[in-house]
């Protein structure tokens, strides 16, 4: 590699690895399971979101879904198409364990 790309390269690298540990920092991951109120068995597909927020996901084949997340106040919403018409709203706090 001739000097010039070699410097591009660790200048670049550098700022690489500076934004992913700032991003990781305060950061808090919520996790959980949307299972059904009968039988208690996990429901796939479900999707998982926060309001007002960008944040989002759909749960695994098991009914399991995970965000990573700034620590904060939010308002959890499941939605699903085919179990019940309509949103089911939730409030969550996040924050990091100590």
Request: charged share 20%; net charge positive.
């Amino acid at each position: 590699m001739s000097k010039p790309n070699s410097m591009l390269f660790k200048i670049v690298l550098g700022l690489f690895l500076f934004l992913v540990s700032f991003s990781s920092f305060a950061q808090a991951i919520f996790k959980g399971t949307v299972a059904d109120n009968e039988t208690g068995k996990g429901i796939p597909y479900i999707t998982v979101y926060l309001a007002n927020t960008t944040f989002g996901t759909s749960t695994d084949e098991s009914g399991k879904f995970s965000l990573y997340l700034p620590e904060g106040n939010y308002e959890e919403i499941l939605h699903s198409i085919e179990k019940q018409p309509g949103p089911k709203k939730k409030g969550v706090r996040l924050a990091k364990k100590k």
